[in-house]
């Protein structure tokens, strides 16, 4: 059974934490013993994923002994478009086999090239990992009793749209090449591009199904063009929320 986006939001806020520690002190999170988050949802159900520490510690053990590592990130590529740091990261496993994982996280985040450098990595390592080694590894983990359990990601209540419009827009951060600004634009098609980059910095490379999901839940919307502009800022706006941004 596929878990519900509030869990894959809990998970990413999670290792996001991660990441601003290491930023913060300088001191990878290695040690810890978080390798596999767990979370419980109101019906009791629970869903387990390796977090960020736990995919280094799979890649480490996989490595262990080889005169060379066969699993590994042999590239990452950064630039800044839009008012958002995009990472791109390719990582190698196997015979030379290649994986690709992207990210982004918005430059008014003081640790939005780590988070997104980071993210883009682990969205990498795991796309280039097999499902049945990434089982194992969690399983593993588990019975060790290296387990976080990560708490319920606070989500905004639904506003109607002439409160949406009453809002403050988010305030524009300048950086040293330029303006970035947050805000969508009023151009349709540009204002979904800001949408979609903020969506898969929660989500990942199924953004698109955990996006359609949201939108239907918050406006009953069956298509994302039927959202109105006040709508598409409301759904902007919760989406930066959710990374904490």
């Keep these: 059974m596929e878990a519900p986006v509030e869990v894959f939001v809990a998970f990413d806020m999670a290792d996001s934490k991660v990441v601003e520690m290491e930023a913060t002190t300088g001191v990878t999170a290695e040690g810890l013993e978080g390798l596999v988050y767990r979370y ?5 159900t629970e869903h387990y994923s390796l ?3 736990g995919l280094r510690e799979v890649v480490r053990a996989l490595n262990a002994g080889k005169k060379k590592p066969t699993v590994f990130i042999e590239d990452v590529k950064v630039k800044v478009e839009g008012g958002f740091v995009i990472a791109l990261a390719i990582a190698v496993a196997g015979e030379g086999l290649r994986w690709f994982g992207a990210a982004s996280a918005p430059l008014r985040d003081p640790f939005a090239v780590p988070k997104a450098v980071s993210r883009a ?3 990498a390592l795991r796309a280039a990992l097999p499902p049945t080694v990434v089982h194992a590894y969690t399983t593993k983990f588990i019975k060790e009793g290296k387990v976080t359990t990560v708490t319920k990601p606070a989500l905004p209540t639904p506003s109607s ?3 949406t419009e009453q809002r403050e827009p988010i305030t524009p951060t300048i950086v ?3 303006t970035a600004d947050l805000s969508l634009p009023e151009d349709e098609r540009e204002a979904w591009r800001m949408i979609y980059r903020a969506a898969r910095t929660l989500w990942g490379d199924d953004f698109v199904k955990s996006l359609r999901e949201t939108v239907q839940e918050r406006f009953g919307a069956e298509r994302f063009g039927q959202l ?5 800022e409301e759904l902007f706006n ?3 929320q959710q990374r904490g941004e």
């Design 228 to 232: 109105s502009a006040a709508q598409r």
């Design 161 to 163: 749209a002439s409160e």
């Design 121 to 123: 990595q682990r969205n």
């Design 176 to 178: 040293s090449n330029g």
């Design 51 to 53: 977090s960020l520490v």
């Design 40 to 44: 419980v949802m109101e019906d009791g």
């Design 238 to 240: 919760w989406l930066l």
